[in-house]
């Protein structure tokens, strides 16, 4: 996966900020979304994710995957993220 063109990612002390250029908008990342993030960015997809989550917090353990999964549908729905090969999307 990767940003979508017109995506930036800007860290924040623990939180990050997505900027999508193209409609002046903005969301913040708490910690552990930027964690998951950066491991879907460092090609290691949805169950790599869930492996980094895990080993930083233990205890998502019963969540994780389901955590991924959402943080990367609700990213999809904003479209701020592509997949990696796929054409660049239009912006909405």
Not at 66 to 77: I, K, N, Q, Y
């Amino acid at each position: 996966m990767s940003l979508r063109p017109g995506v930036t990612l800007t860290p924040i002390d623990e939180v990050a900020v997505l900027l999508d250029e193209h409609t002046g908008r903005y969301r913040q990342l708490n910690a552990t979304a930027v964690l998951v993030l950066r491991s879907l960015l460092a090609g290691r997809g949805p169950d790599g994710a869930v492996r980094d989550l895990v080993r930083a917090h233990p205890a998502a353990t019963t969540t994780a995957e389901a955590d991924v999964a959402e943080l990367v549908a609700c990213l999809r729905a904003a479209n701020l993220i592509v997949d990696a090969g796929a054409g660049p999307e239009r912006p909405r």
